[in-house]
């Protein structure tokens, strides 16, 4: 089992830039796992936005992130960042980093994360 911790989240303008970050416990390797990021905005259901595998040689975007966000992650740091440029007021949700122990595949579904963490507000003010 792994625990995760969200971190970054805040209120930026239209247009601006957020770097999330998710980092596992201490002690705890996520280089064993496929890692996404997702977001849930009030009255709307859990919604993929991207997803690296293992060692980070693929990685897969949701339509509306295309473009705009770039997902890394650091394995020597147990780290996984979601970096946001050109935010739009339709970016804001309660965003959450989610690990997939089927670490070769960028997995879409929300069903196919086995840890999740607490998640981390993200408001884009137009």
């Known amino acids: 089992q792994v625990q995760l911790a969200e971190s970054g989240g805040g209120m930026v303008q239209a247009g601006g830039s957020l770097r999330l970050s998710c980092a596992a416990s201490?002690?705890?390797?996520?280089?064993?796992?496929?890692m996404g990021w997702f977001r849930q905005a009030i009255g709307k259901e859990r919604e993929f936005v991207a997803s690296?595998?293992?060692?980070?040689?693929?990685?897969a975007f949701a339509d509306s992130a295309k473009g705009r966000f770039t997902i890394s992650r650091d394995n020597t740091k147990n780290t996984v960042d979601l970096q946001m440029t050109s935010l739009k007021p339709e970016d804001t949700a309660v965003y959450y980093c989610?690990?997939?122990?089927?670490?070769?595949?960028?997995?879409?579904?929300?069903?196919?994360?086995?840890?999740w963490g607490q998640g981390t507000q993200v408001t884009v003010s137009a």
């Open positions: 690296i595998t293992w060692n980070g040689g693929r990685t």
């Open positions: 989610g690990a997939s122990i089927r670490k070769y595949y960028t997995a879409r579904p929300t069903t196919e994360y086995d840890y």
């Open positions: 201490s002690g705890q390797n996520l280089n064993t796992y496929a």
